[in-house]
């Protein structure tokens, strides 16, 4: 992470990461070239600890963005600067007050000796964004809640009261905050005595953190997946709006059923749950699932025309904004979307739903183009770490000394078992128990490919059969049921045991054209008659059914499919694929008497 990395000469026409936002870009400008430096993405929110009481901690943390994504949000590389207990809520200019000595020390530079480099280097580091929900965000920029006036902390706009909640009407422009603007009216409420422009006073993160007010994101988990989706969820099927043209409350048992009868693959972490029993208690991951993946597919011929095409929308700008790779035009395209779905809001659902969430859509382009891709500034992975923080109090006396001498050891293990340990040794592999999850028992094939569980030896017999019928050459042939693949698994339909997960739907290359195919079963040829684990060579194929396949939502606005939910057509062809042709598993739906297969909506965010 100290050297000189590679993603400073990245591809300009793409966003794939924090890198390629502008805030990252502008702020390189103003280094000088020859020196080494790290960037911090801040975030906060509060933890309550107990249901019986109001205690509630709160944590500062900083997240390291020359680390990989992959990497970048475990909890032993992410630096908790500060934490807040008590009932009530922190007062961000006290909490922060030694962070604002403590940056301006590191921004000078500290001399430390680097391990891999053999050498002391002087190492700089700046907080340059943060992330947060919207009332952490209000709370430490010195803003009005969403609820007040003014309650856009991105731009200005004073939205009004309908029915005792703050809506924001429709406007084709928006004038966004700046700095600059935002320090006047901090001043000048400091000397009226109430918000200005909303507002409330001076903040410290405008000395901490560079351009504070435009490299502060609007996270896409609390404002479209945990806002919008939900919202909307909630107008369709809530009985209570049951005379509404926009109600489908009828339908809620029809749309259970087809949800539950969804059996998503094993990198999914949550199962459909029923709209009727659970909705509100669905995560905010369960809201992204449905946005994504299941909604189109099921309410295809059950919503109303128009409110389905207006949703439709939604779906693809976000989408799009949430790929591994967005183009320009990509951003473009989500802008135009967003802004025909905002336009239509009102009218087809009433000015009084026209929340900050709603609102907030508008910005997210402007996120992405100055922050990256919208799961670069998402709490969806740091999320987790309020729920580590919460295990690691047991009881109820003393939390806050638990809390902060649990962390330490959490840490430390981490760090012993790294720097200190060897591999394979029962103190690394203990080490390895307390941090990490049960690993499945693996055989490395190929590079970044795995057999997963026993390897079965085909008989002579059944070993000619299947190299004449595929005009092969061989000697040897091991069946598996399963691999694992980039840090996915995928299994086969050859599995005898019943799964509550399907992960043998997948995306393949043949032709250099990206085809949808379901997993039959794995083979290893072998040209030697060794063990499956020796050093001779093997080729790796997986017998794959091929669908013929066509892309069914249009999206009338943009003109185009949404390109990356399948209809399956019946026919198919079984062939053998190389398992590097093999790129991702898919969630599969069989609906209406239709198999839809959709593809991960990028290939960095573990649902």
Request: glycine fraction near 4%.
């Amino acid at each position: 992470m100290i050297k000189k990395v590679d993603f400073l000469n990245r591809d300009d026409s793409y966003y794939q990461d924090v890198y390629d936002g502008s805030i990252y870009k502008e702020f390189l400008q103003t280094i000088p070239s020859d020196e080494i430096w790290i960037t911090f993405m801040w975030y906060t929110d509060g933890v309550r600890i107990f249901k019986s009481s109001k205690y509630n901690i709160w944590g500062f943390f900083l997240i390291i963005l020359e680390l990989p994504y992959t990497e970048r949000y475990k909890v032993e590389n992410m630096i908790l600067v500060a934490l807040w207990f008590g009932e009530k809520k922190p007062v961000p200019n006290i909490f922060l007050k030694f962070l604002y000595s403590t940056m301006k020390e590191l921004r000078k530079g500290v001399n430390i000796y680097v391990e891999d480099l053999k050498k002391n280097v002087d190492l700089h580091a700046a907080i340059i964004c943060g992330t947060a929900d919207l009332p952490a965000k209000a709370l430490f920029l010195g803003m009005n809640q969403y609820n007040g006036r003014f309650g856009c902390q991105v731009c200005v706009q004073e939205g009004r009261t309908v029915d005792h909640r703050r809506v924001y009407p429709f406007k084709s422009n928006l004038n966004l905050r700046t700095e600059k603007d935002v320090l006047e009216s901090s001043i000048q409420a400091v000397a009226y005595g109430f918000p200005v422009c909303g507002v409330k006073g001076p903040t410290i993160l405008s000395k901490i953190c560079y351009k504070f007010v435009s490299s502060t994101a609007v996270d896409v988990m609390h404002n479209t997946h945990e806002g919008v989706v939900k919202k909307l969820i909630d107008l369709w099927f809530n009985s209570k709006y049951s005379n509404e043209i926009f109600s489908i409350s009828h339908f809620t048992n029809l749309v259970d059923d087809k949800l539950c009868s969804i059996k998503p693959p094993s990198f999914i972490s949550r199962r459909p749950r029923t709209i009727k029993d659970h909705f509100p208690y669905w995560k905010a991951l369960e809201c992204k699932l449905w946005l994504f993946y299941y909604s189109l597919p099921i309410l295809g011929d059950i919503l109303p025309s128009d409110h389905f095409e207006h949703y439709k929308l939604l779906v693809l700008a976000i989408f799009l904004l949430s790929q591994s790779k967005i183009s320009s035009q990509d951003l473009h395209n989500a802008e135009i979307l967003i802004v025909e779905f905002h336009s239509r809001f009102e009218r087809l659902y009433g000015l009084k739903y026209m929340s900050s969430n709603v609102h907030s859509l508008r910005h997210l382009p402007t996120v992405v183009s100055r922050l990256g891709p919208l799961w670069t500034s998402s709490c969806f992975p740091l999320e987790d770490i309020n729920g580590k923080m919460k295990a690691l109090i047991r009881g109820s006396k003393n939390p806050e000394m638990q809390l902060v001498f649990n962390l330490d050891i959490y840490i430390k293990v981490h760090t012993l078992k790294n720097d200190w340990l060897k591999d394979n040794t029962d103190a690394f592999d203990f080490c390895t128990k307390l941090t990490h999850k049960k690993k499945h028992a693996t055989v490395k094939i190929e590079d970044s490919i795995f057999s997963v569980g026993a390897m079965k030896k085909l008989s002579f017999d059944e070993t000619e059969q299947f190299l004449n019928s595929y005009n092969m050459q061989g000697k040897t042939i091991f069946r598996f049921f399963k691999m694992f693949k980039e840090k996915k698994m995928f299994t086969s339909q050859s599995i005898q045991k019943k799964q509550l997960n399907e992960s043998h739907y997948v995306t393949l290359l043949r032709d250099s054209q990206i085809c949808i195919g379901s997993i039959l079963e794995y083979y290893m040829i072998k040209n030697c008659e060794c063990l499956h684990t020796c050093a001779c060579g093997a080729i790796n194929f997986a017998k794959v059914k091929v669908f013929e396949t066509t892309n069914p939502i249009w999206v009338n606005t943009s003109e185009c499919f949404i390109n990356y939910i399948y209809e399956c057509s019946p026919k198919f062809s079984t062939l053998l694929v190389k398992l590097t042709d093999i790129k991702n598993v898919c969630i599969k739906m069989c609906l209406n008497d239709k198999m839809y297969v959709a593809e991960p909506v990028n290939n960095l965010e573990y649902e």
